[in-house]
């Protein structure tokens, strides 16, 4: 049976092993879909492809095993690893995505997006995101040595800690009439996205939303067929 899968917001970090652990799992057992998309936040941060740590490398070697296999892999970046490239997914037979990205899910109009871009209601994280966005801010970043980009991933991911705790909740999700517009001008009745950490389904004015939940100490995931649709989680062991 043709099948669709679809994660997010893994977070991967060396000090988080049991979520690493998790996705190699995860990739094993479903070695015979045909497409896996994951919508952004692979990593906990991403300095740039040219990333040589042990982590980097384990994840790729990883990718490779399960496109190897015969899946397709999708990429999207996230607001925590939006320096993934073409570079990276080359190397690891993936196919890097625009944000948001259109497709037809078993003929379903359906539009697949990280989520950051919907949370219109915090002003300071919306700058923040146009300007590490930018290609221009992004060479002038790559263009400095990879050391220098990982102390200013570690001081972003802190500072980015301190802010959500000083954020009302309703600030970090995503703007109900936002999504209706989005929906609207893509023209479909599905959407599918993480970035909030708030996994469910939600009925909306153009149809469908789903939210893919973090990896934490359980994993979500999407499965879609021709016939079904469902939110899926799963116990991670620590």
Known sequence: MSRTLFISDLHLDPARPAV????????????????????????????GDDDDSPLAREIADL???????????????GNRDFLLGEDFCASVGATLLPDPTPINLYGRPTLLLHGDSLCTGDAEYMKF?????????QAELMASPLAERRALAARLRAASKVASSNKAEDIMDVTPSEVDRVMLEADVILMIHGHTHRP???????????????????????????????????????
């Open 20 to 47: 690493t652990a998790a996705l190699a799992n995860f990739l094993h057992q479903n070695s015979d879909c045909d497409a896996l998309y994951i919508l952004g936040d692979i990593f906990e941060a991403w300095v």
């Open 63 to 77: 990718f490779r095993g399960f496109t190897a296999a015969g899946p397709a892999l999708y990429l999207m970046v």
């Open 129 to 137: 995101r146009a300007m590490v966005r930018s290609p221009l801010w």
């Open 200 to 238: 469910g389904r939600h009925q909306v004015a153009n149809g469908e939303r789903l939210v893919l939940g973090d990896w934490d100490t359980r994993g979500w995931y999407i499965e879609a067929t021709s016939s079904s649709l469902e939110l899926i989680d799963f116990v991670i062991n620590q």
